[in-house]
Nanobody, 123 residues
């Protein structure tokens, strides 16, 4: 299984970015896809997750209403649309996959990880 995250960059506060996570190596219909982030000196934290079947979603409180996770089944790609970005959103963003149908926020529940993409929000 390979996950390739992209779309990070530098943006001013209040701006938007869309991250992509392209997946390959197997059929992901039985998987949950998640986004996590890790700021310097901090633990990796949950951002959002989505089920391949049904498209159920779950968000961290800190991004609820600002971020939207979505998927394109035909492209095996998951997206994270990030709006109203704040300096506290600055981090390396990782996509991850876990086998199963339950939306989980614990990073240890995820089996596969992408390489990460840097998001920097300037004030």
């Amino acid at each position: 299984v390979q996950l390739q995250a992209s779309g990070g960059g530098l943006v001013q506060a209040g701006g938007s970015l869309r991250l992509s996570c392209a997946s390959s190596g197997r059929t992901f219909t039985s998987y949950v896809m998640g986004w996590f982030r890790q700021a310097p000196g901090k633990a990796r934290e949950f951002v959002a997750a989505i089920t391949w079947i049904g498209g159920s979603t779950h968000y961290a409180d800190s991004v609820q209403g600002r971020f939207t996770i979505s998927k394109d089944n035909a492209k095996n790609t998951v997206y994270l649309q990030m709006n109203s970005l704040e300096p506290d959103d600055t981090a390396v963003y990782y996509c991850a996959a876990r086998l199963g149908f339950e939306l989980r926020a614990d990073r240890y529940d995820y089996d596969y990880w992408g390489q990460g993409t840097q998001v920097t929000v300037s004030s």
